[in-house]
């Protein structure tokens, strides 16, 4: 069954970075697209950055353009999100996606929390 375990989440000051990691499994990984979104408490869940089959094609939310970049290793099975500059805002619980035969999977997500 398809699998999605994030991970390297935690607490980080302003202005600090983190590298997210997703790693997958029970699909074959280098045929889908995979999407990172997050969920900020009291606040839906957004799509933060998403990136094509061979990396070819990455796009970021416009307000997180220059901060966060998205990456795969497709032998490894494993889609990254490189979090720079961060800010308190980007507090959030962060959860890598997968939409297989058109149902999303996701992972159990990654917290991520931005404190002085």
């Known amino acids: 069954q398809v699998q999605l375990v994030e991970s390297g989440g935690g607490l980080v000051q302003p202005g600090g970075s983190l590298r997210l990691s997703c790693v997958a499994s029970?699909?074959?990984?280098?045929?889908?697209?995979m999407r990172w979104y997050r969920q900020a408490p009291g606040k839906e869940r957004e799509l933060v950055a998403s990136?094509?089959?061979?990396?070819?094609?990455?796009n970021s939310a416009d307000s997180l353009k220059g901060r966060f970049t998205v990456s795969r290793d497709n032998d490894k099975k494993t889609v990254y999100l490189q979090l720079n500059s961060l800010k308190p805002e980007d507090t959030a619980v962060y959860y890598c996606?997968?939409?297989?035969?058109?149902?999303?999977?996701w992972g159990q997500g990654t917290q991520v929390t931005v404190s002085s």
């Open positions: 996606n997968v939409q297989y035969w058109t149902i999303d999977y």
């Open positions: 029970g699909f074959t990984f280098r045929d889908y697209p």
């Open positions: 990136i094509s089959r061979f990396g070819g094609i990455t």
